[in-house]
């Protein structure tokens, strides 16, 4: 009896001992998924102007893992960012890059250049940054900024009635006689001293050029301001460290600076560094 119970105990545990000794079934771990933060693109400032050109600076606000195509740039005049705050952007608004910008190669991830160029002087424009998803689709805008950039530039002078460049109009950035109707400034070499005068000290029917000379490091940035006690003429001596606002005929000022001096006698020339500032077209506006 007891061999017989043996035997059936026997039996009974061997599947068992079989079945604690499988493999054990393979559970299937599905990925954990992964959310990565979109670059949201914000703190747009202009970092420097000259004449149609303007460099941009913002800060791309990506995460280190970086998932996207680039970013868009808009120039408009008038503002967008107040009708359009969100992601959403009218189909008929084209951003001012015909492709989509990657961005800049200078390595540095917390910040984007971008440089506009072939854009119109003295004309008001408004300036954004929206970040350009895989799918196409747009983030939101970074804060937008008002942009003008003004005629700047260099000319030289011959001494007066020694050329055909012995004048010059601004406004046109052209080169003319000194006794040329069109011309804002000359210059004449007597006892010793250069002056930069007015072309109405030729005649009468000439134009009339308002100027005044400060130190280099005056007048301040907003120079075009000129300070009420200032003394207007129309004559002023050049001289090493000095800076010239002028007011042309047609009301708007210029800062002039001697950068170079050339030649000699009838030959010589003096380079000026220029910017001009004439009133700002904004939207609808069909000022010059």
Not at 152 to 171: C, K, R, V, W, Y
Not at 187 to 215: E, Q
């Amino acid at each position: 009896m007891n061999h017989r119970l043996s035997a059936v105990l026997f039996l009974l545990g061997v599947p068992a001992l079989l079945l604690s000794c499988s493999p054990k079934p393979m559970i299937e771990l599905k990925p954990e998924k992964i959310e990565i933060a979109p670059c949201l693109p914000q703190d747009l400032v202009i970092d420097s102007t000259a004449g149609d050109f303007a460099r941009m600076e913002w800060n791309p606000g990506c995460p280190e893992i970086r998932v996207l195509r680039g970013f868009n740039i808009y120039l408009s005049r008038v503002p967008l960012v107040s009708q359009y705050p969100g992601r959403d952007l009218s189909p008929s608004i084209k951003p001012f890059n015909e492709e989509v910008y990657p961005g800049d190669t200078l390595g540095n991830p917390d910040l984007e250049t971008f440089d506009l160029r072939g854009i119109e002087n003295a004309t008001a424009y408004y300036v954004h940054v929206r970040a350009v998803y895989t799918d196409m689709t747009l983030s939101p805008p970074t804060n937008e900024v008002e942009l003008v950039v003004y005629p700047q530039g260099e000319f030289a002078l011959m001494p007066s009635f020694t050329g055909e460049h012995d004048g010059f109009n601004i406004a046109k950035s052209r080169y003319c006689r000194a006794d040329d109707l069109d011309n804002d400034v000359y210059f004449f070499h007597k006892d010793g001293r250069d002056y930069l005068c007015s072309p109405s000290r030729l005649g009468p029917v000439n134009r009339a050029t308002t100027m005044y000379s400060f130190n280099e490091d005056d007048p301040p940035e907003d120079w075009w301001r000129i300070p009420p006690d200032a003394v207007p003429s129309d004559k002023v001596a050049l001289a090493p460290r000095r800076v010239f606002v002028i007011v042309t005929a047609d009301g708007h000022p210029a800062r002039l600076k001697i950068v170079r001096t050339e030649g000699a006698g009838d030959s010589r020339s003096l380079t000026f560094e220029y910017i001009y500032r004439p009133a700002v077209r904004s939207q609808g506006s069909s000022a010059p």
